[in-house]
C-alpha cells in the first residue's frame, strides 16, 4: 500500500515544478495582453530620486495585478517558507524579475525581517509588501510593514489595482487574477512617513484607510462592488 506522506510529497514536487515552469508563462499571457492604466507611479519614483528606500503596500487580494505591474524592475518581494505555494510565488517572481526573500510571520521571520531591514536602509531599494498576508486577517494592517518604515525611515507608498474582466478565488481572503484582454487599473497613493514617535495604531489607522481609498477607486473604475 502506497505511503500517504510520500504521495502528498510526490504530488507537492509535480505542483511546484510545473506551477513555477508554466505559472510565468500564464501570467504573462493574461497580463500582458491588458490594457494597463497606470497612475501615479510619480510617488515612488519621486522618493527614489531623492535618495529614499519605498516599501510598496497593497493589500493581498491585489497582490497579482501588483506583482505584475512592478515587474522586471529587480525590486524585492516576500514569500513564505516550506509550503508549496510559497514554493511556487518564489519561483515565479524570480523568472519575473523579482529578488524574492524568503520568510513569514511563522516560518522563518525573523530572519527575513532583519534581511528586509537591512534592504531599506540602503538607499533606493524598493521593497513590496502585502500588510494582511499571507494569511489574514483581509485588510488589518500586521505590524511589519509600519515597523520597518519606523525602523528605517523607508516611505511607505500605497497601491491597488483591479480588472475590469476577471476571476476570483476564496480562501481567507478574496484573490483575483485578471482575464485576458481586459482593462488594468493600477494606481499609487500618496506616500506616507511614520516616524518613530508615532504610535502603531495611529500608523496602522493611517495605512488601512490609504489602502481602503485607492481600492475603491479602482473597483469604481472596473465596476466590481464594494468587498469590504
Same mark, same amino acid.
Given at each position: 500500500? *502506497?505511503?500517504?506522506?510520500?504521495?502528498?510529497? %510526490?504530488?507537492?514536487?509535480?505542483? &511546484? @515544478?510545473?506551477?513555477?515552469?508554466? +505559472? $510565468?508563462?500564464?501570467?504573462?499571457?493574461?497580463?500582458?495582453?491588458?490594457?494597463?492604466?497606470?497612475?501615479?507611479?510619480?510617488?515612488?519614483?519621486?522618493?527614489?530620486?531623492?535618495?529614499?528606500?519605498?516599501?510598496?503596500?497593497?493589500?493581498?487580494?491585489?497582490?497579482?495585478?501588483?506583482?505584475?505591474?512592478?515587474?522586471?524592475?529587480?525590486?524585492?518581494?516576500?514569500?513564505?517558507?516550506?509550503?508549496?505555494?510559497?514554493?511556487?510565488?518564489?519561483?515565479?517572481?524570480?523568472?519575473?524579475?523579482?529578488?524574492?526573500?524568503?520568510?513569514?510571520?511563522?516560518?522563518?521571520?525573523?530572519? *527575513?525581517?532583519?534581511?528586509?531591514?537591512?534592504? %531599506?536602509?540602503?538607499?533606493?531599494? &524598493? @521593497?513590496?509588501?502585502?500588510?494582511? +498576508? $499571507?494569511?489574514?486577517?483581509?485588510?488589518?494592517?500586521?505590524?511589519?510593514?509600519?515597523?520597518?518604515?519606523?525602523?528605517?525611515?523607508?516611505?511607505?507608498?500605497?497601491?491597488?489595482?483591479?480588472?475590469?474582466?476577471?476571476?476570483?478565488?476564496?480562501?481567507?481572503?478574496?484573490?483575483?487574477?485578471?482575464?485576458?484582454?481586459?482593462?488594468?487599473?493600477?494606481?499609487?497613493?500618496?506616500?506616507?512617513?511614520?516616524?518613530?514617535?508615532?504610535?502603531?495604531?495611529?500608523?496602522?489607522?493611517?495605512?488601512?484607510?490609504?489602502?481602503?481609498?485607492?481600492?475603491?477607486?479602482?473597483?469604481?473604475?472596473?465596476?466590481?462592488?464594494?468587498?469590504?
Amino acid at each position: 500500500m *502506497a505511503n500517504p506522506k510520500n504521495e502528498k510529497r %510526490l504530488k507537492n514536487k509535480l505542483l &511546484v @515544478f510545473f506551477g513555477g515552469l508554466l +505559472g $510565468p508563462i500564464f501570467l504573462r499571457f493574461f497580463y500582458n495582453t491588458n490594457k494597463w492604466t497606470i497612475d501615479n507611479a510619480h510617488y515612488y519614483q519621486d522618493a527614489l530620486s531623492n535618495g529614499k528606500s519605498v516599501i510598496i503596500a497593497s493589500w493581498h487580494n491585489t497582490l497579482l495585478t501588483v506583482f505584475m505591474g512592478l515587474s522586471k524592475k529587480g525590486f524585492y518581494g516576500l514569500a513564505g517558507n516550506h509550503h508549496p505555494d510559497a514554493e511556487i510565488i518564489a519561483r515565479i517572481g524570480a523568472k519575473l524579475g523579482w529578488n524574492v526573500i524568503r520568510g513569514s510571520s511563522t516560518d522563518g521571520g525573523k530572519k *527575513a525581517y532583519i534581511e528586509m531591514i537591512e534592504i %531599506l536602509r540602503t538607499n533606493n531599494n &524598493v @521593497f513590496a509588501i502585502t500588510p494582511d +498576508g $499571507p494569511q489574514g486577517p483581509a485588510k488589518i494592517p500586521k505590524p511589519g510593514a509600519i515597523r520597518a518604515a519606523q525602523k528605517t525611515g523607508a516611505v511607505i507608498v500605497p497601491v491597488a489595482g483591479q480588472s475590469t474582466r476577471r476571476w476570483s478565488f476564496k480562501n481567507w481572503d478574496i484573490f483575483y487574477l485578471t482575464k485576458p484582454f481586459a482593462k488594468t487599473y493600477l494606481q499609487f497613493g500618496e506616500p506616507l512617513y511614520f516616524s518613530k514617535d508615532d504610535s502603531y495604531e495611529d500608523c496602522s489607522m493611517r495605512l488601512k484607510r490609504s489602502l481602503d481609498e485607492l481600492e475603491n477607486k479602482v473597483n469604481e473604475n472596473v465596476g466590481l462592488v464594494k468587498d469590504n
